[in-house]
């Protein structure tokens, strides 16, 4: 593998994204937004007290693994919940968002802007090229994956230190939520936005089409809220196993559809 070329691809790509509104702007808007306004208007519930019969309705649909991390007190418990379950899904739109638009980028932008034909002539392999890539819209996902993961840890034990005396994260469920289902989300996007994006023309028709990977994260997050649906530790194992798998098998289409022969054919 030409690890030298592919990071002159990757640095010059790069380039091109820190140049573009589309992506830097929601990059430093949604994680203002997700990993600091929200935790602390959600670290604001602490300081109430709620009757413990609105509260047992409340909880009602949680699993057992979770309430047991849960402070005692009712606001605390209330804003545990919050911070600790519900919230956590909100804050992976940031990086599937970042994966999604800079890996739509990556071939039908190049297509775009005229300079797909001088990349296929470039000395690279197609493997190379794919590597390159993938890592180019990898590299800043998981960057505000992980850096708004350890924000949001540091805002809510901030928000409830007072109240329960401690930190509150990290929890378990919450690790697995972050650190297992966050980065398979943003993988299984990432790879899906590559391989629509080198079947397609334009950006924002990859953009249209691609924006399907954020249906999965809009379940759950309608459904922990409704109480449809609950998270629980083995229902996020399995379904970071599934979109792990998806990542795998849509990097596996993405390596034939970045073919040269199949590039060149639709220039």
Do not use: H
């Not at 990757?10 to 937004?33: F, Q």
């Not at 935790?39 to 309430?67: C, F, H, N």
């Not at 940031?94 to 005229?114: F, H, M, N, S, Y």
């Not at 990432?190 to 249209?208: C, D, E, K, M």
């Amino acid at each position: 593998m030409n690890w030298r070329a592919i990071r002159a691809i990757v640095r010059r790509d790069l380039a091109v994204v820190a140049r573009s509104k589309a992506v830097i702007v929601p990059m430093i808007v949604m994680p203002v937004l997700f990993v600091l306004v929200m935790p602390v208007l959600a670290g604001l519930i602490a300081q109430l007290e709620l009757p413990p019969r609105d509260l047992a309705d409340l909880l009602r649909t949680v699993p057992q693994e979770i309430v047991r991390d849960l402070p005692e007190e009712s606001g605390p418990r209330l804003a545990g919940l919050v911070l600790g379950s519900l919230l956590p899904p909100l804050t992976l739109v940031v990086p599937l968002i970042v994966a999604q638009v800079i890996a739509t980028d990556a071939v039908a932008g190049e297509r775009e802007r005229g300079t797909l034909e001088g990349l296929l002539l470039a000395p690279v392999s197609d493997r190379d090229l794919l590597v390159a890539k993938l890592l180019v819209a990898l590299i800043p996902a998981y960057v505000v994956l992980f850096g708004g993961t350890l924000v949001y840890a540091i805002v809510t034990d901030v928000m409830l230190w007072s109240a329960i005396g401690g930190p509150f994260l990290p929890t378990v469920n919450w690790l697995l939520l972050v650190l297992w289902l966050g980065p398979s989300l943003a993988g299984a996007a990432l790879a899906l936005s590559l391989v629509i994006s080198a079947r397609t023309r334009t950006i924002q028709g990859a953009q249209q089409i691609a924006g399907v990977s954020v249906l999965p994260l809009v379940f759950i997050i309608v459904g922990q809220f409704s109480g449809l649906v609950f998270l629980n530790r083995l229902l996020v194992i399995v379904v970071g196993v599934v979109l792990w798998c998806l990542a795998v098998l849509f990097v596996w289409i993405g390596s034939r559809s970045l073919a040269r022969e199949r590039l060149g054919s639709r220039l």
